[in-house]
């Protein structure tokens, strides 16, 4: 019978080596709780995201964007099934998870900064309404954006299981971050409509660089080392925003101030989309 410590070393070695985890038996209880944890905070965030979409399919401006809407929707959807499929398969009671919790919810607060407001995993940012058209449009331009930064590590993460959906989800974030740089293009290029996108960039720029997480969290340090994460917190949330000025530059907008919550800012990130 493999002891625990053994168990440690042959998993700390498999992950130095640049291997796979594919199996439970394989998994120390470390690795199998922090593992739970990220998938679980990648799978709520894409329900929670889903559903605060679901307006826009009848509010959208045209029928093409109703069409467009909804496929981002299902395709989000899609997307936490096949996470939550995967924590089916580490053991959680996913249907009595999902009944107890209510991923429609949302709070009409104009700053939460980086707090939570109920006990499921969804980062923060799923708990504002998305209530305009230039808000869908910037939540596509940012937090997909900033969900795709995020998804990058977790393409080549340790748990094979999780690399093997990844790719799929990965690329239809991109299709979704297009559809927000087409829009924003769009109206960036009009003054009647530059101004209110401003103002939504203005709101969801903020919220969405709260997502990343502390600088040199402790907890990210373990992700590092358990191959679950490849980088710092910080280091994501500057590649995003560098992207976002090279958008916001081409666009002729205004990249707006953000200063981070030093003593509230959470040790981990959003890992979703």
């Not at 971050?177 to 924003?184: F, L, P, T, V």
């Not at 709260?210 to 969290?217: D, E, H, L, V, Y």
């Not at 090279?246 to 101030?257: D, H, I, M, R």
């Amino acid at each position: 019978m493999t002891s625990a410590k053994e168990l440690e070393e042959r998993l700390a070695k498999k992950i130095a080596d640049g291997g796979k985890v594919e199996t439970l038996e394989e998994m120390t209880d470390e690795y199998r709780e922090h593992l739970t944890h990220l998938m679980m905070m990648q799978a709520d965030s894409e329900l929670a995201g889903a559903f605060g979409y679901v307006p826009w399919i009848m509010k959208s401006p045209d029928i093409r964007e109703t069409l467009q809407v909804a496929q981002i929707v299902k395709d989000e959807v899609r997307h936490a099934r096949v996470m939550y499929r995967l924590l089916e398969g580490m053991g959680v009671d996913v249907d009595g998870y999902y009944k107890s919790h209510n991923f429609n919810l949302r709070v009409n607060l104009e700053d939460i900064g980086t707090q939570r407001v109920a006990d499921d995993k969804r980062v923060n940012i799923f708990y504002y309404p998305i209530e305009t058209w230039y808000d869908f449009i910037m939540f596509n331009f940012c937090m997909d954006r900033g969900a795709g930064h995020q998804l990058e590590d977790a393409l080549d993460c340790s748990y094979k299981p999780w690399c093997d959906v990844m790719d799929g989800i990965f690329k239809e974030e991109a299709m979704h971050m297009a559809h927000g740089d087409q829009w924003a293009r769009k109206l960036a290029s009009d003054e009647k409509t530059r101004g209110p996108l401003q103002e939504a960039l203005d709101r969801w720029y903020p919220r969405t660089m709260n997502i990343f997480g502390r600088a040199g969290s402790p907890k990210n340090k373990i992700y590092r080392r358990l191959g679950l994460k490849k980088r710092d917190n910080d280091e994501v949330r500057q590649a995003f925003a560098k992207e976002i000025a090279e958008k916001c530059a081409a666009f002729g907008l205004k990249v707006p101030a953000w200063t981070p919550e030093e003593r509230k800012m959470p040790e981990e990130p959003f890992i979703p989309g």
